[in-house]
């Protein structure tokens, strides 16, 4: 049985990869691949394939799971399968460990030019790890992501298949049909691929870092998914103005082709030239204008049950939204849930206390 691990990393398609594994799980089956099921939300998302080969100890430590993985094992057998096939963007920060028990497994990893991922990235962590601060330029073009990979190949270097995040460059002019490349399958017919966690819209962004200060899960998770279903971008931007863009590409470029002068990986040089040809991307300012919030304030007071999440953050984070929401945004806060006949009225009283202080 050979084992192959996707791992990413972020902002390479990973959810929509995901997505078609699950929607193919039984054509998959009939060629004698298995790809493990696991749990998406409304809107594709995933963390893949994490639980069925670690245990998490409820500290954010991972542990390899020798019986999880001897079970993989077994159902492979009883379904004949000659691939057992894993997913997850969290694995590549476990590497060493899944080699230590797998020892002949092979990586999937796809390498996409770090200049392309800075806003994508910043706005992931907008979406689902409740980032509160505007977003920064790094002052360098380095990626810790290809030192990481450089170390690990340096190391393991016949245990990784590295693909290149560029449209132009993936086999058959598609994502779905390059992944099943490096499992040996082109036999298998490949409908158009589902975009999964696009980004938000400029102005979805800036809502949701917003709200982001009040920390309160549950609210901030129905925030992401209705701003994932309403509100994706429908223009590739950037929060960059053009010449940070052109003296970080230069940096990463240099970057670049000494991982190239190390690892000679195959059409290395179309890939350099992929990244040279990367255009700047529409520069807009991180703000939102009065209209696109109260309309997505409406919207949200629409599709979720939030008086109780707004209740306790009001009790605990005062200075917080006076810090981050303008006075003009908390009156139109005030006003739309004070509009709200399903909220409390205790709820509406305490909300117009505390927008006296």
């Not at 028990?101 to 796809?110: M, W």
């Not at 158009?192 to 200060?213: C, D, I, M, Q, W």
Request: glycine share 2%; charged share 25%.
């Amino acid at each position: 049985m050979e084992v192959y691990v996707h791992v990413g990393p972020p902002k390479t398609g990973t959810s929509s990869i995901q997505a078609w594994l699950l929607e193919n799980r039984g054509v998959l089956q009939k060629i004698g691949t298995y790809y493990p099921e696991h749990p998406v939300d409304e809107n594709g998302v995933s963390s893949g394939n994490l639980a069925s080969l670690f245990d998490n100890d409820g500290s954010n430590t991972l542990t390899f799971s020798k019986e999880k993985f001897q079970l993989l094992k077994s159902i492979c057998k009883s379904n004949n399968s000659k691939i057992l096939l894993l997913s997850s963007e969290f694995f590549f920060q476990e590497i060493k460990q899944i080699i230590a028990a797998i020892p002949r497994v092979k990586f999937i990893y796809y390498l996409r030019f770090e200049l392309e991922t800075l806003d994508s990235s910043y706005n992931q962590k907008v979406k689902r790890h409740n980032e509160a601060y505007k977003f920064e330029a790094p002052r360098k073009g380095l990626s810790s992501d290809l030192r990481k990979l450089w170390q690990l190949l340096a190391k393991y270097p016949d245990q990784f298949i590295i693909r290149y995040f560029a449209p132009e460059l993936f086999f058959g002019n598609d994502l779905i049909k390059d992944f099943l490349h490096c499992l040996k399958i082109t036999s298998l017919n490949v409908e158009s691929l589902r975009r999964v966690n696009s980004s938000y819209s400029p102005s979805a962004v800036e809502f949701k870092r917003k709200f982001n200060v009040l920390e309160d899960q549950d609210l901030l998770h129905q925030i992401d998914l209705m701003l994932q279903k309403n509100h994706p971008a429908s223009f590739s931007y950037t929060f960059m103005v053009q010449e940070q863009y052109g003296l970080l590409k230069q940096e990463y470029i240099s970057q670049l082709k000494s991982f190239f002068m190390r690892f000679p990986l195959h059409d290395f040089d179309l890939f350099l030239d992929y990244c040279r040809n990367t255009h700047v991307r529409k520069s807009v300012p991180q703000e939102i204008d009065k209209d696109s919030f109260d309309k997505i304030l409406h919207e949200l007071l629409n599709h979720t049950e939030i008086e109780d999440s707004i209740s306790r953050a009001i009790q605990v984070k005062h200075k917080a939204l006076t810090a981050t929401f303008t006075e003009t945004e908390l009156d139109t806060l005030m006003r739309v849930v004070e509009e709200r006949k399903s909220v409390r009225t205790s709820l509406i009283s305490k909300i117009l206390q505390f927008f006296r202080i």
